[in-house]
T-cell receptor, first 110, second 116 residues
Framework: GQNIDQPTEMTATEGAIVQINCTYQ??????LFWYQQHAGEAPTFLSY????GLEEKGRFSSFLSRSKGYSYLLLKELQMKDSASYLC???????????FGKGTKLSVIP | DADVTQTPRNRITKTGKRIMLECSQT?????MYWYRQDPGLGLRLIYY???????NKGEISDGYSVSRQAQAKFSLSLESAIPNQTALYFC???????????????FGEGSRLTVL
């Protein structure tokens, strides 16, 4: 099975940088995803890491360390519209089922 | 138009009623999923289907059934709804072809179900 942990809530200031951590324990691993979900809306794909290291995509970056079972999502130059929940999800080995963490609700304040 | 469409978007029903949530997709994906989302619990997998003849239980299938009527259609049924099935339900699709990111999910807009 999978166990995925991420903080429940975080608050950050507009224009700042925030790092959202995710730790996981899994019996198999085929990659880690980050999704963004605004309140009442569907989750949307942000990033995918399958190898160790940093993947950068505009203001968002995602890091993976497979040996540590650890990932983070880095959001730079925060904007008010970044207020959302951020979901960490692990893709298990041998199948294509995503298991989601409970999500981190990020509030961006002026 | 959305690539993954769920109907109804909102439904209020009473305990014991039969409810069907429908999902259709125009993405041509072979894999379809039903998740439910509850505050503080995140997204949990109910059922998934890797093709028309393949149906699999997820983490929380009790009290639910599904039907894959065609590659593009996957419906979720609650035979006798109960209040703790009140939740936001999401249909999602994925594909293994065309260089897609393996396991990346494409979600419908959600169906909010309230069971009184």
């Amino acid at each position: 099975g999978q166990n995925i942990d991420q903080p429940t809530e975080m608050t950050a200031t507009e224009g700042a940088i925030v790092q959202i951590n995710c730790t996981y324990q899994t019996s198999g691993f085929n990659g880690l995803f980050w999704y963004q979900q605004h309140a009442g809306e569907a989750p949307t794909f942000l990033s995918y890491n399958v190898l160790d290291g940093l993947e950068e995509k505009g203001r968002f970056s995602s890091f993976l360390s497979r040996s540590k079972g650890y990932s983070y999502l880095l959001l730079k130059e925060l904007q008010m519209k970044d207020s959302a929940s951020y979901l960490c999800a692990v893709l298990g080995a041998g199948s294509y089922q995503l298991t989601f963490g409970k999500g981190t609700k990020l509030s961006v304040i002026p | 138009d959305a690539d993954v469409t769920q109907t109804p978007r909102n439904r209020i029903t009473k305990t014991g009623k039969r409810i069907m949530l429908e999902c259709s997709q125009t993405k041509g994906h072979d894999r379809m999923y039903w998740y439910r989302q509850d505050p503080g619990l995140g997204l949990r997998l109910i059922y998934y289907s890797f093709d028309v003849k393949d149906i699999n239980k997820g983490e929380i299938s009790d009290g639910y059934s599904v039907s894959r009527q065609a590659q593009a259609k996957f419906s979720l049924s609650l035979e006798s709804a109960i209040p703790n099935q009140t939740a936001l339900y999401f249909c999602a699709t994925s594909t293994t072809s065309g260089g897609a990111v393996p396991g990346e999910l494409f979600f419908g807009e959600g169906s909010r179900l309230t069971v009184l």
